[in-house]
């Protein structure tokens, strides 16, 4: 579908100043059946002034409400929402939501096209081409579902540029990834289409929506979103997105806005020690070959790098390195790690055997397993970055249990059990041979 607003087709072209107000379509076309609208216009304030919405013949029918309505900042009477933090001078936030959820009416095709709302400008007297920008546009199907849209702008013109009315630029912004990971470089490329004869581009202003900036003339740019207190962006308030605005300058001083709503991925570190297996654990005579075994699975959505680490008690067995690709990856995500520990002139009681998983930036004394919440990593071929850090699985312990070992099979007592026992022999075995020693009756009884 498409949101064709203010349409292009309709673009005003007033060299004599003969108009004192004009006023653009925002339409939709070759949509599906809708249940609410979130438009955001901006708008040139040197060349229009006073701006108004008008929402009557709107595609929604007459169950719609309208639900936010702000002009330049002011919530207006007909609004039943706040005022956005997008809002302010030069700022249109026009939102129609229908009653209960119910659907548009729809055409013999089952398609939406008409109109979401008007909006009317007065002139302001200034010579210039005057951009009606949609910064944001979002539409909702039932029951609550977003609808990717392509917007397409309009202006008033009154500047003449060379012998013939100045007329708008283009542009299309593209990045890769097409969803960057927070604290991860990303590559932005606009292409600029002049239109005014003669004109060359003089700058571009790019806005990243992090509150950050830079005017230049090159059009292919690297930019990375910084976790350290990035909120987002105001747009990202409005669409879980943020908004990336280029203003494309030329040598007529005619400008126009190109923008993008970015989607960015937070890293989510989730490094998993999914297996810990020890071949012998109760009852293990000492001098017994013990086979230690640990699988490390990366679960997270960033490509890492550490150490896997087997210890007993404090004590490390064995440590290697990892370089494991993301979890959507096809290959590398996870790393197997053996130890043989050698029980031989081990004290009978009980060994704690662990494995833990520790990152490039942090030792052996501070495994990942005591960390939590926000956390550092070191992404295979990035800079260092932060996330939401799983701590659940980083570690595992099992435990090793030796014996004693016993000359009569498994059967043990104590030291007092055993000499009670013994003394409980002796007595039993006494009694038994004086009952032998005794002499028979016939030897003592008369013939």
């Not at 910084?226 to 005619?254: E, K, Q, R």
């Not at 704690?352 to 295979?380: F, M, N, R």
């Not at 030291?415 to 009694?431: N, S």
């Amino acid at each position: 579908m498409s949101i064709i607003a203010p349409n292009g087709s309709n673009n005003v072209t007033d060299l004599g100043n003969n108009q004192k107000t004009v006023t653009f379509g925002v339409d939709v076309s070759l949509a599906p059946a809708i249940i609410g609208f979130l438009v955001i216009l901006q708008y040139d304030t040197n060349i229009f002034s006073s701006p108004s919405v008008d929402f009557s013949g709107n595609v929604l029918g007459s169950a719609a409400l309208p639900f936010i309505v702000c002009i330049d900042g002011i919530r207006q009477p007909i609004s039943n929402g706040n005022c956005l933090p997008t809002d302010a001078t030069g700022v249109i936030t026009s939102s129609m939501v229908t009653q209960g959820n119910q659907s548009s009416p729809t055409d013999s095709n089952g398609l939406v096209n008409g109109h979401l709302f008007h909006a009317t400008f007065n002139i302001a007297g200034h010579q210039g081409l005057g951009q009606v920008h949609i910064f944001l546009a979002k539409v909702v199907a039932p029951p609550s579902n977003s609808i990717p849209v392509i917007t397409e702008d309009g202006y008033y013109t009154n500047q003449v540029c060379g012998v013939l009315a100045c007329k708008a630029p283009s542009g299309t912004l593209n990045v890769t990834p097409q969803e960057p990971l927070v604290g991860s470089t990303a590559t932005f490329n606009a292409t600029v289409v002049l239109r005014n004869n003669g004109g060359v581009l003089k700058s571009l202003t790019w806005d990243w929506g992090d509150n950050s900036g830079t005017t230049t003339n090159q059009t292919l740019l690297t930019h990375v979103y910084s976790p350290l207190g990035f909120g987002g962006g105001a747009g990202c308030t409005l669409c879980n997105g943020i908004p990336v605005t280029i203003v494309i300058l030329d040598s007529y001083s005619v400008t126009w806005k190109v923008t993008i709503i970015l989607h960015l991925q937070h890293p989510n570190i989730v490094l998993s020690v999914s297996e810990l297996t020890i071949n012998h654990q109760f009852n293990v005579v000492p001098g017994t070959e013990i086979t230690i075994s640990v699988k490390l699975l990366n679960r997270g959505n960033i490509a890492e790098r550490g150490n896997l680490t087997i210890y007993r008690e404090n004590t490390v067995l064995n440590s290697r390195a990892f370089n494991l690709n993301a979890s959507g990856s096809q290959l590398g995500t996870s790393v197997q790690l053996n130890e043989l520990w050698n029980t031989t002139g081990y004290a009978a009681r009980a060994y704690a055997i662990s494995a833990s998983i520790c990152q490039q930036h942090c030792s052996t004394k501070d495994p990942l397993s005591k960390l939590s919440g926000i956390i550092s990593a070191e992404p295979v071929g990035g800079s260092l970055i932060f996330g939401m850090n799983n701590t659940s699985e980083a570690s595992q312990t099992l435990y090793v249990f030796l014996i004693v070992p016993q000359s009569l099979g498994t059967f043990s007592l104590s030291l007092f059990e055993t000499t009670g026992l013994g003394i409980l022999v002796l007595i039993a075995a006494g009694l038994a041979l004086a009952r032998f020693m005794k002499k028979p009756s016939y030897e003592t009884e008369p013939l």
